[in-house]
């Protein structure tokens, strides 16, 4: 497999997921309510919590297809593995998805704060997200099969699918039937259902087949003893990295009214883009470094992972860069509502730059993953956690969503410049120094002062298509200076153009 296409189908579906989440905001707002939406939001925040229960399940079944792939364990042994995993994720969504459904009750009288909405449709609307919540988490197992095989491009087309009929597809449906909350979670459950589906199908498909001499798969969950360690450590740091990501969202979900709240969350998924950029590398990057490994291809593996933190250093660097200077313009010429974008605008700066230093902080991980051994990345979280929660506790419960900004910002850049360093002192000396100036630094910093001198230029707008030519006018010479101010990008310009100009 081409790890190339591979990168190229992630970011074309995963561009398109966003863009599609992100463009269609306005209508929800426009046709549902700000109220409405903030319960959507609530929703979103609901998936990320069931997360806690994966106990590194699907990390594990990507990891261990990948290590089947690259020849290292038998037929049998994977499939034993994927027997004793699915009925892990079988039991648990059964389990969770009942109790957030007997929970609906308690979370509408005693959590969640609204006046135009009737408690009645709340209630409803949380048992539906209990079972789409379920069902969505079960496709874990599914996709991560299709992710260890590497066969990310029909994921890729899968998803633009799924995202166009979740986003779009549901609006003929509340024009036939009525735009309330209670029909657009009805919709969403009917979608999840058929997408688990698919999702079963493809990876059976995937599975490898057994001789008829070969032994019973069996029921037990032994299987999962050999590689139970890995599995438990990747558990308890995404178990720690939800507390990390959501705990602002969970504590302003009980503080702010349900329509700021629905504010905030617009904010928080406009700045999540930035961290939506890292996930396609991720995806392809981990099968492939843990195969390289596996081989014992080290300098291979290390120059994937430098080549790909400058690919991500560049697109999220420049977006991160640009969406800070251009906050307000960004937000108006999408929704053409200036009291909106007035208000969000300082969130999504503040955001949108943590989170720009969050997703190159992620990279050790990527190494630790390959090798097999999660240590430092486990106590790395238990660290960022044990200082992000408290913090933002405190600063959420007095200065509310702009304060839970600034601790995010502040705690991820001192996370990306200590900590990153010490892991990389410890699984790759040498590495640490090279990775962060030429890698990142000589990419980021003069994309940044660019983008500093024009927005000091202070254009002035007044439509949503001035808000857009502002950005288009600081984002390209943004964009283009990152790029060609790395290493990786002039090699391949002096490569494909350069040399044949000479010769």
């Given at each position: 497999?081409?790890?190339?296409?591979?990168?190229?189908?992630?970011?074309?579906?995963?561009?398109?997921?966003?863009?599609?989440?992100?463009?269609?905001?306005?209508?929800?707002?426009?046709?549902?309510?700000?109220?409405?939406?903030?319960?959507?939001?609530?929703?979103?925040?609901?998936?990320?919590?069931?997360?806690?229960?994966?106990?590194?399940?699907?990390?594990?079944?990507?990891?261990?297809?990948?290590?089947?792939?690259?020849?290292?364990?038998?037929?049998?042994?994977?499939?034993?593995?994927?027997?004793?995993?699915?009925?892990?994720?079988?039991?648990?969504?059964?389990?969770?998805?009942?109790?957030?459904?007997?929970?609906?009750?308690?979370?509408?009288?005693?959590?969640?704060?609204?006046d135009s909405l009737s408690l009645?449709?709340?209630?409803?609307?949380?048992?539906?997200?209990?079972?789409?919540?379920?069902?969505?988490w079960l496709c874990g197992l599914?996709?991560?099969?299709?992710?260890?095989?590497?066969?990310?491009?029909?994921?890729?087309?899968?998803?633009?699918?799924?995202?166009?009929?979740?986003?779009?597809?549901?609006?003929?449906?509340?024009?036939?039937?009525?735009?309330?909350?209670?029909?657009?979670?009805?919709?969403?459950?009917?979608?999840?259902?058929?997408?688990?589906?698919?999702?079963?199908?493809?990876?059976?498909?995937?599975?490898?087949?057994?001789?008829?001499?070969?032994?019973?798969?069996?029921?037990?969950?032994?299987?999962?003893?050999?590689?139970?360690?890995?599995?438990?450590?990747?558990?308890?740091?995404?178990?720690?990295?939800?507390?990390?990501?959501?705990?602002?969202?969970?504590?302003?979900?009980?503080?702010?009214?349900?329509?700021?709240?629905?504010?905030?969350?617009?904010?928080?998924?406009?700045?999540?883009?930035?961290?939506?950029?890292?996930?396609?590398?991720?995806?392809?990057?981990?099968?492939?470094?843990?195969?390289?490994?596996?081989?014992?291809?080290?300098?291979?593996?290390?120059?994937?992972?430098?080549?790909?933190?400058?690919?991500?250093?560049?697109?999220?660097?420049?977006?991160?860069?640009?969406?800070?200077?251009?906050?307000?313009?960004?937000?108006?010429?999408?929704?053409?509502?200036?009291?909106?974008?007035?208000?969000?605008?300082?969130?999504?700066?503040?955001?949108?730059?943590?989170?720009?230093?969050?997703?190159?902080?992620?990279?050790?991980?990527?190494?630790?993953?390959?090798?097999?051994?999660?240590?430092?990345?486990?106590?790395?979280?238990?660290?960022?956690?044990?200082?992000?929660?408290?913090?933002?506790?405190?600063?959420?419960?007095?200065y509310g969503a702009i304060g839970?900004?600034?601790?995010?910002?502040?705690?991820?850049?001192?996370?990306?410049?200590?900590?990153?360093?010490?892991?990389?002192?410890?699984?790759?000396?040498?590495?640490?120094?090279?990775?962060?100036?030429?890698?990142?630094?000589?990419?980021?910093?003069?994309?940044?002062?660019?983008?500093?001198?024009?927005?000091?230029?202070?254009?002035?707008?007044?439509?949503?298509?001035?808000?857009?030519?502002?950005?288009?006018?600081?984002?390209?010479?943004?964009?283009?200076?990152?790029?060609?101010?790395?290493?990786?990008?002039?090699?391949?310009?002096?490569?494909?153009?350069?040399?044949?100009?000479?010769?």
């Amino acid at each position: 497999m081409s790890l190339k296409k591979n990168i190229i189908a992630n970011y074309v579906s995963q561009l398109y997921v966003t863009a599609v989440g992100i463009l269609i905001l306005p209508f929800y707002i426009k046709h549902l309510g700000a109220e409405a939406y903030g319960l959507v939001g609530f929703f979103v925040l609901l998936q990320a919590w069931f997360n806690l229960l994966d106990l590194g399940l699907t990390p594990t079944i990507s990891r261990e297809t990948a290590r089947f792939k690259a020849g290292v364990m038998s037929a049998l042994s994977f499939r034993q593995i994927y027997r004793a995993l699915s009925l892990i994720f079988l039991f648990i969504a059964v389990v969770g998805g009942i109790s957030l459904f007997l929970l609906a009750e308690i979370l509408a009288n005693n959590w969640l704060h609204f006046d135009s909405l009737s408690l009645f449709s709340v209630v409803i609307a949380i048992k539906i997200m209990a079972a789409i919540v379920a069902l969505r988490w079960l496709c874990g197992l599914y996709r991560g099969v299709i992710t260890g095989s590497e066969s990310l491009i029909w994921l890729s087309y899968f998803n633009i699918a799924v995202a166009t009929f979740r986003t779009v597809g549901v609006f003929p449906i509340m024009f036939k039937f009525g735009f309330t909350i209670s029909v657009f979670f009805i919709y969403q459950l009917f979608i999840a259902l058929l997408e688990s589906l698919i999702l079963f199908y493809k990876s059976r498909i995937l599975l490898p087949k057994l001789s008829r001499f070969s032994e019973p798969i069996g029921w037990s969950v032994k299987p999962l003893m050999p590689v139970l360690k890995f599995s438990m450590t990747i558990a308890f740091t995404a178990s720690i990295w939800v507390l990390v990501t959501q705990t602002d969202k969970l504590i302003l979900s009980s503080i702010l009214p349900l329509a700021e709240y629905g504010y905030f969350t617009l904010a928080v998924l406009v700045a999540g883009g930035i961290m939506i950029i890292s996930g396609p590398i991720s995806n392809a990057l981990l099968p492939r470094m843990t195969s390289l490994f596996a081989q014992e291809k080290h300098l291979e593996m290390l120059a994937i992972y430098r080549n790909a933190t400058q690919f991500v250093a560049v697109i999220a660097g420049s977006c991160a860069i640009t969406m800070f200077f251009c906050a307000e313009n960004l937000l108006y010429a999408w929704t053409g509502d200036l009291h909106l974008s007035h208000v969000v605008a300082p969130i999504l700066r503040l955001y949108v730059i943590g989170n720009g230093f969050l997703v190159i902080a992620a990279f050790p991980y990527y190494l630790q993953y390959a090798k097999g051994n999660l240590k430092y990345h486990l106590y790395g979280n238990l660290i960022l956690v044990g200082i992000l929660v408290p913090t933002i506790v405190l600063a959420a419960k007095y200065y509310g969503a702009i304060g839970a900004g600034y601790t995010w910002m502040t705690i991820n850049f001192l996370f990306l410049i200590f900590w990153v360093a010490f892991i990389h002192y410890k699984i790759e000396p040498g590495l640490h120094l090279k990775w962060l100036f030429n890698d990142v630094f000589i990419l980021i910093f003069p994309a940044a002062c660019i983008g500093y001198f024009f927005n000091s230029l202070n254009f002035t707008y007044s439509t949503r298509l001035d808000s857009f030519l502002i950005l288009l006018v600081i984002g390209i010479p943004v964009l283009l200076t990152s790029l060609l101010c790395s290493p990786l990008i002039r090699k391949y310009i002096n490569k494909k153009y350069l040399t044949k100009v000479v010769v």
